[in-house]
Nanobody, 123 residues
Framework: QVQLEESGGGSVQAGGSLRLSCAAS?????MGWFRQAPGKERGGVAA????????YCADSVKGRFTISQDNAKNTLYLDIDSLKPEDTAMYYC???????????????????WGRGTQVTVSS
């Protein structure tokens, strides 16, 4: 069983920065950040393979979003720079415990989800 708890969201002005954190308990193989804006589907933002530390990032946020992990603290981070109003969404941390199949952004491949943290960007 894996438990995930996000924090760090908030209301910021465009151009600002945020660091989202996800405290995890239990073994994970891959962890990712997803976001969902009102009326839209949940989509992958970035992911990291825990053992290899290989990272993936959606093309739409490359250069602004950085995913990282602190194994000692069992914490996943998402650093967001140059925030835009279109980044406004609920951000979720997710984990999968095996390789399985599918791409890093496949929502259905992640067994565990946090409750989310809201990010609101004003222009």
């Amino acid at each position: 069983q894996v438990q995930l708890e996000e924090s760090g969201g908030g209301s910021v002005q465009a151009g600002g920065s945020l660091r989202l954190s996800c405290a995890a308990s239990g073994y994970t193989y891959t962890m990712g950040w997803f976001r969902q804006a009102p009326g839209k589907e949940r989509g992958g933002v970035a992911a990291i393979y825990i053992s290899s530390r290989g990272t993936y990032c959606a093309d739409s946020v490359k250069g602004r979003f950085t995913i990282s992990q602190d194994n000692a603290k069992n914490t996943l981070y998402l650093d967001i720079d140059s925030l835009k109003p279109e980044d406004t969404a609920m951000y979720y941390c997710a984990a999968r415990t095996s390789a399985g199949g599918g791409a890093w952004y496949d929502v259905d491949k992640y067994q565990y989800w946090g409750r989310g943290t809201q990010v609101t960007v004003s222009s």
